[in-house]
């Protein structure tokens, strides 16, 4: 029987039925014997000295377990929290952060205490019971403002509030600046903004007193990195803490790192001996849940008038928060990836990384990269309006056309076309059709934009020859295939899947490789204690590095059943031939075993000499570079200049991810992840107060995330250029679609309020920014 | 979130529910859809001692036409005013304001009577009631809207009253209502109502001052004959807008401008509602 | 002091005695132990917990269990037949209409509420029944494909209806899309 080749399949995910009909198991789905519930009691402050905690009260409620604080941590959580910038050559600080606050408080949401009661109702009612006094201290809200000298300092014993300060140069900038024809210059703002996993984190740690095992369900991207340090911290061997991340409710980069509750919810267990289950609540979440982003760039370019793009310059101001977020300092790539597309003489890039009375960044969806296309994107933007050139001829010009390409700081890009996406998305547009109806609805006085972003992304984290200057970190990604003896398969993934699909298409792939049908292939993640050690799911890396690791232990499972067939043939291994699972000898297909057959031999008598029983291979994949995908993206919007309301009329990607295992799946990462660029150029914001550094926007009525209303349809092409790094020839797509997105959309603003003479709009493009951008324009 | 604990009992009636929240105390509130006031306990912004649950006392869901007017009972749901024959005949801009208002889940649950209790600036009906002085009948008697609308969640209420019914004058004119939005079901930024009746417009606004307004200076250049453009000028007067995340004072006020004359435009085009 | 409440859960009879501040939401995980139903805020925004309640699409984080007393609650653990999706589950399999999947239970029952009412609703109304629930991962295009493929399989043809909308509620929809500011 011939296998269907799955690899490239439109096929529905496996994981859906579940899903769909309510069988899917969360980690608040997950209910023990004995379980108690935790609050955890948090600073309402940006700063402030804890000068008295008073928990009697709460501890004589009915049902309270216990209320601990920094003192009752100590003896069980020794040391730190992971928190590094790690990917930053000049380290300033790197202030430790213990998961609770003892004595000062930096931020909004630092725990304070904990309450464990039996229920989460008493729970919450004893956490209002819990009697804390503040002595508030000034709050450092301004990153900028914070690196002045005699500024405030985020903690008073800290020398100031620089976390790194670096810079990355390549090529004479001076002269590319001094040959210029024409220079701009901008600020461009990357406002802080909520990831918003739709599940929120939680975790149920449950602790065996005498036996001193933990296992921890948590809702992580990282299940691996969480039992690494938090084995470490409560001083248990590595091999006595199961970390179990089911399935997870969407994380996009939130939850890369430990976070304190895991730490104080595993010690809670040990302190009280009973399994403890903590919830994250929405308003919680938004204070105490890594934020995306915080960056303000201050760039200029220098170029010719003929469109030729000569030399890029910017600083990088990244807002840290009170401590370092675990990948935080990893958004510094913008600086190396910022030439984007282009050829440039020289870039010169200083990244500071600012401490504030906040709450941490880290990595969301992109984490550098959408910071970068959105730089580059909106810097040839204004190339072309100040030579008055088309932006999509300007693109053009500077395209980089051999691959593979070194950039300006020696990063390979694999391979790429970029005329190609670009010509596919303005043929989709109608690009001359569109421009003339935008001049004849401006006669109309009816504003339409069109905007452009044709990018170019690093993912795929990472070879370890890359990663190494960070700490000597080697991103690698593993697997187990195992063949049972009745040819059933289980492949166990290091990665972590929270809505990318890997049970379906890491299946595929399998499939393929081994010739067995795909719905004998079950893919299993998440659980420490049956999967080698992974390094999770991030940085659109799990098919071109753990996807790269299951065809690599594939493969060896192919090899191994090669010598058993041409031991049973009596044959060389050069002349067996494997079609689709089918051995035979070279020139006899008739004569075949399946693989099924082969594997139950192989774990029967009768194998060759030195041959092991069983049919399973564990491998380890280090990719030799970065994938680089890329496409066009084109928005097209129009602006009511009397309200600033923004309608997104059309909104058009060509990607290339390279070869494709799963249309399906490519599309609806696509979709997901515009989406969130787009909600970020129009609508969302984390905003503080600036005395206080209250946060003001505290819940999901305040913080607009776009409903099915807001958001348009998505009209999708793709290109294919493999990439020749990997032999699946694969890329990356889980964050394509947001680090292209928010600037086609602010082109498009900017674009169609061009005839004011606005250069530049800030995001998000919120109606009463425009509104007054135009009235200001007007005057 | 978790709200904090309370008691609880149930009404049959209004009258039960009079007497119900004399015995449990000024701390105890009426619940009908509680589409409001849920999320409120449970961020512990509101902690009533008792919940006196009228949702499901009998008599008080009634739409009926009453020769002038339309008589909306306390316990109507959006859902049931928005699919009203009766409403679309008689008030039919009422009809449109209930299905802007909330999300699907919200207009099953939530209800005219609690939308006027509450007396948020940001509830939709109360701009209406305002502007067409509709006549809010309670355990008490009857209050005028105009008299009955005092400050921020402030209403001529006692704390024993209930509401019973709301009844509106018949407008089936032009009318428009647009409301002005960063996601379609959230509260308004600004809103306006426009209804054509047979003294001449009223206008309405929502979210823009402590309590839905009427726009008495709009009203009154309508009336002396100015144009839309001219006559949406004057909403300045009658606003009060607070600066918060969704916009400065000026902007809603601008707002405000620009929503009235398209409101207008619209109502007397027929094409109640588009922007 | 606790309360008695009789309510039907995907049709079985149940008798509890819950706190009065006992959300339904909590009731139908943690006493009915139906954990498909999910949390996702604090402020009725997200619509994770969308149940029904006598057929109608509500937020059971916002409504108490003792209000739902004598109800008839579905949750979406209640709506398959056997091992058969119910045909608005099988068309948001069928067309990628989730991928976390956290959110899915509560587009799913908004859905099936929104076309028991509107068996061929416009695309406009599809939004207007849906605004209540928010989505972090599809960017909602393939929910949308979900919702007229869902209603195509249950009513026929799937055709854009012309008639039956309330005439407020016609107009009010189509300048939704305009008036929203980005």
Known sequence: ?779 | MIPAAFEYARAGSADEAVSLLSRYGEDAKLVAGGQSLIPLMRLRLSQPSALIDIGRAGGLDHIRRDNGTLVVGALARHVDIVSSAVVRDSLPLLAQIAYDVGDQQVRNLGSMGGVVAHGDAAGDYNALALMLDAEIVTTRGTHRARDFYRDMFTTALQPDEVVTEVRFPVAAGPHAYIKFRRRLYDWAIAGVAVQRVAEGWRVGYVNVGATARRGVAVERALAGGASAADASQESSRDVEPIADVRGSVEFKRHLCAVLTERALEQAQAGLSGRA | ?182
Request: charged fraction near 20%; include cysteine; proline fraction near 5%.
């Open chain 1, 1 to 779: 029987m011939a296998v269907t080749q799955m690899v490239g399949a439109r096929i529905q995910r496996r994981e859906d039925p579940k899903l769909v009909s309510g069988h899917g198991r969360y980690v608040d789905d997950v209910r023990l014997v004995g379980m108690a519930h935790m609050v955890v009691v948090r600073s309402p402050f940006a700063h402030a000295r804890i000068t008295s905690i008073d928990t009697t009260a709460a501890r004589q409620l009915r049902g309270v377990i216990a209320v601990l604080t920094a003192g009752d941590f100590r003896p069980v959580i020794s040391g730190a929290l992971p928190v590094t910038n790690a990917f930053v050559p000049d380290k300033k600080q790197v202030p430790d952060q213990y998961p609770i606050a003892d004595g000062e408080a930096l931020y909004q949401g630092e725990p304070i205490a904990v309450v464990v009661a039996e229920d989460r109702y008493i729970a919450a009612d004893a956490a209002h019971l819990v009697s804390i006094e503040y002595e508030p201290l000034t709050a450092v809200t301004d990153h900028e403002r914070a690196m002045q000298p005699g500024a405030a300092l985020v903690k008073g014993d800290r020398p100031d509030n620089i976390g790194w300060d670096t810079t990355f140069a390549a090529g004479d900038i001076d002269a590319a600046f001094a040959s210029a024809e024409i220079v701009v210059k901008e600020r461009i703002t990357q406002q802080r903004v909520f990831p918003i996993a739709m599940e929120m984190r939680g975790c149920v740690a449950d602790y065996t007193p005498f036996e001193d095992r933990l296992t921890l369900w948590t809702s992580t991207q990282v299940p691996h990195f969480v039992r690494l340090f938090l084995s470490g911290s409560l001083g248990l061997p590595e091999s006595q803490v199961r970390v179990i991340a089911p399935d997870v409710g969407g994380a996009f980069g939130s939850k890369i790192r430990p976070y304190p509750e895991e730490y104080l919810c595993a010690a809670a267990s040990k302190l009280t001996g009973r399994p403890v289950k903590w919830n994250e609540e929405r308003s919680e979440n938004l204070l105490a849940t890594t934020h995306g982003r915080g960056q303000i760039f201050d760039i200029e370019v220098a170029a010719r008038r003929d469109g030729t793009l000569l030399g890029l310059r910017f600083t990088q101001l990244l807002d840290i928060g009170a401590y370092h977020g675990v990948f935080s300092a990893f958004q510094v790539v913008a600086c190396l990836v910022a030439g984007g597309c282009y050829g440039w003489e020289a870039i010169s890039a200083r990244s500071i990384g600012v401490f504030t009375n906040r709450t941490s960044t880290d990595p969301y969806r992109g984490a550098g990269r959408p910071e970068a296309t959105h730089l580059v994107e909106r810097a040839v933007d204004l190339v072309a309006r100040e030579i008055g050139m088309d932006p999509a001829d300007v693109r053009r010009r500077n395209f980089v056309h051999d691959f593979p390409h070194t950039n300006n700081f020696g990063l390979v890009y694999d391979s790429g076309d970029y005329d190609k996406t670009l010509d596919r998305a303005l043929e989709m547009v109608d690009y001359a059709g569109l421009r003339r109806r935008q001049e004849e609805l401006r006669k109309q006085g009816r504003y339409l934009g069109i905007g452009l972003s044709t990018y170019v992304e690093i993912c795929g984290l990472g070879p370890s020859a890359a990663t190494a200057p960070a700490a000597g970190v080697a991103l690698v990604e593993s697997s187990v295939v195992r063949v049972h003896p009745t040819g059933a398969v289980t492949v166990i993934v290091g990665t972590h899947a929270h809505g990318q699909g890997h049970d379906t298409t890491f299946a595929q792939i399998a499939a393929d490789a081994l010739g067995i049908p795909y719905a004998q292939i079950e893919v299993r993640h998440g659980d420490t204690a049956d999967t080698p050690f992974g390094y999770g799911t991030y940085g659109s890396r799990s098919l071109a590095v753990g996807g790269m690791a299951v065809l690599r232990s594939c493969q060896k499972v192919v090899e191994k059943t090669r010598q058993l067939a041409a031991h049973i043939f009596e044959a060389a291994e050069d002349d067996i031939v494997v079609d689709q699972g089918r051995y035979y000898v070279r020139g006899n297909p008739a004569d075949a075993r399946t693989i099924g057959e082969l594997a139950f031999a192989t774990y029967g008598a009768g194998l060759p000499p030195g041959m092991e029983h069983g049919l399973e291979a564990v491998s380890f994949f280090d990719p030799p570079n970065f994938v680089w995908p890329f496409g066009c993206h084109v928005c097209v919007v129009e602006v009511d200049t009397a309200t600033g309301a923004v309608h997104i009329e059309r909104y058009v990607a060509v990607d290339d991810c390279g070869n494709v295992i799963n249309p399906m799946v490519v599309d609806g990462q696509l979709h997901g992840g515009i989406a969130q660029g787009i909600a970020q150029a129009l609508f969302e914001e984390v905003r503080y107060d600036d005395e206080s550094g209250q946060l003001l926007t505290g819940s999901l009525l305040d913080y607009f995330v776009p409903t099915i209303a807001e958001l348009p349809d998505y009209e999708l092409d793709r290109t294919v250029t493999p990439s020749p790094t990997n032999e699946l020839g694969v890329k990356g797509i889980g964050e394509a679609g947001t680090i292209a997105s928010s600037a086609a959309v602010i082109n498009a603003v900017v674009d169609a309020l061009s005839p004011f003479g606005i250069r530049h709009v800030e995001m998000p493009a919120r109606p009463d920014r425009l509104w007054a951008m135009i009235e200001e324009a007007r005057r």
């Open chain 3, 1 to 182: 002091m606790k309360q008695s409440v009789a309510i039907t859960v995907n049709g079985v009879q149940r008798e509890d005695a819950v706190e009065a501040r006992l959300l339904l939401v909590h009731y139908l995980r943690e006493v009915a132990g139906l954990t498909g139903t999910h949390i996702a805020c604090d402020t009725s925004q997200c619509g994770a917990c969308t149940v029904l309640v006598d057929g109608r699409a509500v937020k059971s984080c916002t409504v108490f269990a003792v209000q739902a007393d004598s109800s008839s609650v579905t949750t979406v653990e209640g709506i398959a037949t056997g091992s058969t999706l119910h045909p608005v589950q099988q068309a948001f399999w069928d067309e990628h209409g989730l991928q976390c999947g956290f959110c899915t239970p509560g587009f799913v029952m908004a859905t099936a509420a929104l076309l028991d009412g509107n068996p061929s609703p416009t695309d406009d109304e599809i939004r207007k029944g849906l605004e209540g629930n928010l989505c972090r991962c599809t960017g909602y295009a393939n929910i949308m494909r979900a919702v007229r493929s869902a209603a195509a399989a249950m009513h026929g043809t799937g055709e854009v209806r012309s008639t039956a909308t309330p005439a407020g509620a016609a107009t009010a929809e189509s300048k939704s899309a305009a008036t929203v500011g980005g």
